[in-house]
């Protein structure tokens, strides 16, 4: 069985500050492929980023960073010079392919990041 | 283009009525997924849909969830008999298979449909 833990619930910063946000897998296979969600409050899921279990080089995209970590099981997010737009909450995500049934994802309970101006 | 829409966005049943959401997908999208995420929790995940075959629906709760893509495009979720724990945001999402090309085959979500059973 596959599990994602977020120890964090809510996190609440000032703009300009950094943040980071953790995620811890559980999963027997392999090859299985990591996510990171962002959910306004409009309520729509929006893709942040996807990596997959043989690639454990790290990625930067613009203010956003993720640190993937097979040795520790963890997959996480940071967000540098926060804005108030970041206001959100993450959603960290677990798939076994990204084709079929199998890509189905199991996601954490997320975490609610506030960014006060 | 157009991204997943779902239809209605909120519905209020009575207990014991029956319920259809409605889902259309990105065009030319071969797989769709539901999902139910109940207030402060993760999306949990229903069904999957290969074009108009039901390959997986190992998440539905109960025989009272059925869901249905007769044509390969837009998907019905039914709750019959609805029940408070039925309470929750329903969400689909399509992707793109087979295209080889990174990221395509991610999973694109809709806004949800958020059923409240009183």
């Known amino acids: 069985a596959q599990k994602v833990t977020q120890a964090q619930t809510e996190i609440s910063v000032v703009e300009k500050e950094d943040v980071t946000l953790d995620c811890v897998y559980e999963t027997r296979d392999t090859t299985y492929y990591l996510f990171w969600y962002k959910q306004p409050p409009s309520g729509e899921l929006v893709f942040l980023i996807r990596?997959?279990?043989?690639?454990?080089q790290n990625e930067i995209s613009g203010r956003y960073s993720w640190n993937f970590q097979k040795s520790t099981s963890s997959f996480n997010f940071t967000i540098t010079a926060s804005q108030v737009v970041d206001s959100a909450v993450y959603f960290c995500?677990?798939?076994?392919?990204?084709?079929?049934?199998?890509?189905?994802?199991?996601f954490g309970k997320g975490i609610t990041l506030s960014v006060r101006p | 283009g157009a991204g997943v829409s779902q239809s209605p966005r909120y519905k209020v049943a009575k207990r014991g009525q029956d319920v259809a959401l409605r889902c259309d997908p990105i065009?030319?999208?071969?797989?769709l997924f539901w999902y139910q995420q109940a207030l402060g929790q993760g999306p949990e995940f229903l069904t999957y849909f290969q074009n108009e075959a039901q390959l997986d629906k190992s998440g539905l709760p109960s025989d009272r969830f059925f869901a249905e893509r007769p044509e390969g495009s837009v998907s019905t979720l039914k709750i019959q008999r609805t029940q408070q724990e039925d309470s929750a945001v329903y969400l689909c999402a399509s992707s793109l298979e087979g295209a080889g090309l990174r990221y395509q085959e991610t999973q694109y979500f809709g806004p949800g449909t958020r059923l409240l059973v009183l």
């Open positions: 990596r997959n279990s043989f690639d454990e």
């Open positions: 065009s030319g999208h071969v797989s």
């Open positions: 995500a677990l798939s076994m392919g990204v084709t079929g049934a199998n890509s189905k994802l199991t």
